[in-house]
């Protein structure tokens, strides 16, 4: 099930201007496609479209059961995961303002954000974030809400700041049964020039710097990025880079509702490669040492493999560098006997190639950074 924002009274546009009426919007016209996936224990889970739109409403009537009102600030961290997604999503359609941060900061690293924005919510993945951000609670006065994803080890965590995610559900629920009109009200509030997402800089050259985006902007950038590489709803990314990264905000979450495809969350960062495989996605974008690893992998494998594979391997590499682009292209004027040997190449090298890294199935790839 999936509600309809209100605007005045009318019901939204045929061009949804914010994240959440965009969100409505692919519920409604692709209910039962898959939104997001992830593994979990081995085993792919899958939440689609409508399902994900009643996660995120009744995360928001939790949310606005704590307090959170239009113009608050909801941090966000840990690794990918659908629920730290719906949570910004959540944040979004009561009128706030995600900031995610990145996972792997120390704790003074995070106070100085959580001060900086003033941030009074946050939804936390598991236990480590929790000990962080507890342990910079004295700084930050304001941060009164702590929500927590993965339970393990929080069992005997007494304080008062904590909610579990099951606990901020059950809220939403009872929320949402007195309130029933809430959700869609709020909705209809959003605005194209409201800020969507605060993205900090990792601070390498001094502290973080947090650059706000809003909805307008980052709809028209994905909505260009999106006709311009042709990605409809069959299409499947992987998101594993760090959700505080602008990367991430653009090419997975803002593009994902404008073309209604997939977000595939990996078990854990450490199984990166393997759950690659098994999605086999269709579009992939990673910084350039992301491709580095995956190239010193396969060279290393290489020079481990007997010398008829070396010998084939270096020779259909030596075409592929020498007319691989400008076959891809499309160009004229490359000889047939190249063509030939590419296309030999594809079934004895490259095509096994890709097929072993997960990557037979991508048409569009991006690496920057």
Not at 135 to 161: A, S, W
Not at 298 to 324: L, P, Q, S
Request: glycine share 10%; aromatic share 10%.
């Amino acid at each position: 099930m999936f509600w309809a924002a209100r605007d005045r009274g009318g019901p939204v546009t045929e061009q949804p201007d914010t994240f959440p009426r965009l969100l409505l919007h692919q519920a409604s016209a692709r209910p039962d496609r898959p939104a997001f996936r992830e593994k979990d224990l081995g085993i792919w889970q899958t939440w689609t479209w409508a399902q994900v739109a009643g996660e995120v409403r009744i995360l928001a009537c939790g949310l606005a059961a704590q307090g959170f009102k239009r113009g608050d600030r909801l941090a966000v961290i840990g690794d990918n995961r659908p629920r730290l997604y719906w949570a910004m999503m959540a944040a979004q359609a009561l009128g706030g303002v995600p900031v995610p941060l990145y996972q792997d900061a120390v704790a003074a690293e995070m106070a100085f954000v959580l001060q900086d924005a003033d941030i009074g919510f946050a939804v936390v993945e598991d236990q480590e974030q929790v000990d962080k951000l507890l342990e910079v609670l004295p700084q930050c006065p304001q941060l009164k809400h702590i929500c927590f994803d993965d339970p393990r080890g929080l069992r005997h965590y007494g304080q008062t700041e904590l909610t579990g995610f099951q606990d901020l559900q059950a809220a939403g629920r009872e929320f949402a049964q007195r309130n029933p009109d809430f959700f869609a009200d709020e909705l209809g509030k959003g605005r194209p020039s409201d800020v969507a997402v605060i993205l900090y800089t990792s601070g390498t050259t001094g502290h973080p710097k947090g650059v706000s985006q809003t909805h307008a902007a980052l709809i028209q950038t994905a909505r260009v990025l999106v006709a311009f590489d042709g990605f409809v709803d069959r299409d499947d990314i992987l998101c594993y880079l760090p959700m505080a990264w602008v990367g991430d905000f653009l090419y997975s979450y803002a593009q994902m509702h404008i073309a209604g495809f997939c977000l595939n969350c990996p078990e854990s960062p450490d199984t990166v490669m393997t759950d690659l495989r098994e999605i086999g996605p269709t579009y992939y974008f990673g910084p350039p040492r992301v491709y580095e690893n995956i190239l010193t992998q396969v060279m290393i494998r290489i020079e481990d493999a007997g010398w008829i594979k070396r010998r084939m391997f270096h020779t259909f590499m030596g075409v592929a560098k020498r007319v691989g682009m400008g076959i891809l292209e499309g160009k004229p004027g490359i000889p047939l006997k190249d063509r030939l040997l590419y296309r030999l190449g594809e079934i004895l090298v490259y095509g096994p190639l890709k097929n072993v890294l997960g990557m037979s199935r991508i048409r569009v790839a991006y690496t920057g950074g």
